[in-house]
């Protein structure tokens, strides 16, 4: 496996493969992989946006991981900004990379994948922290949750709901840059 950082255009190309990793490692229903196919693709004109992928040698998609400068006006940093504190919002979304998502196909993960993916792009992030969301979970069973905390990802916002989900999420965010 290789991993390769995208440009918007490569991740539009395969937006199709896109979709389908994201809906294997997430566990979506296919009408609300549709709904999202159109939100990933307005993603890659982001101020900041930076990519990642891991292809096998044929060129099939393992994972990928993108993000982008947080800001005013984009739905996940409102909604955000709005249940965290004035001090809070400061110290998190003043320069902030978001890791807008991150996924493995179920049989690659725990294989190092989402760790390489995650380190590049952070390495590739520009800003003074990064902030990413992940569902509620055991932090011990969840591969995701032991992934963020081995990055030294602090709890920024425990149990929240965005709205159209049913779930519980987490906000978690650390500084940057990383460490060599």
């Known amino acids: 496996m290789r991993l390769v950082p995208w440009m918007p255009d ?3 190309r395969r937006l199709d493969d896109v979709v389908a990793v994201y809906g294997e490692a997430m566990g979506y229903r ?4 549709e709904a999202r196919r ?17 292809l096998t040698r044929d060129g099939h998609l393992v994972g ?12 996940w940093h409102d909604q955000v900004r709005g249940a ?10 003043t320069d902030c990379f ?12 725990g294989h ?22 992940t569902p509620e979970a055991d932090e011990w069973q969840s591969r995701a949750w032991r992934l963020y905390r081995r990055f030294d990802f602090v709890d920024v916002l425990r149990d929240f ?12 965010g650390r500084q940057l840059p990383l460490p060599s």
């Open 10 to 12: 490569d991740l539009t």
């Open 30 to 33: 296919a009408e609300l992989l």
């Open 38 to 54: 159109g939100y990933i693709a307005t993603h890659t004109r982001r101020p900041g946006f930076r990519a990642v992928a891991t």
């Open 64 to 75: 990928f991981g993108y993000g982008y400068t947080s800001a005013p006006g984009q739905w």
């Open 84 to 93: 965290l504190s004035e001090e809070t919002r400061k110290t998190w979304l």
């Open 98 to 109: 978001e890791v807008v998502e991150l996924h493995v196909r179920p049989p690659a993960q």
């Open 112 to 133: 190092g994948v989402g760790a390489r993916q995650l380190r590049t792009l952070l390495r590739m992030a520009t800003g003074a922290t990064t902030l990413l969301s």
């Open 161 to 172: 709901r965005f709205p159209g989900d049913e779930r519980a999420f987490a906000v978690l």
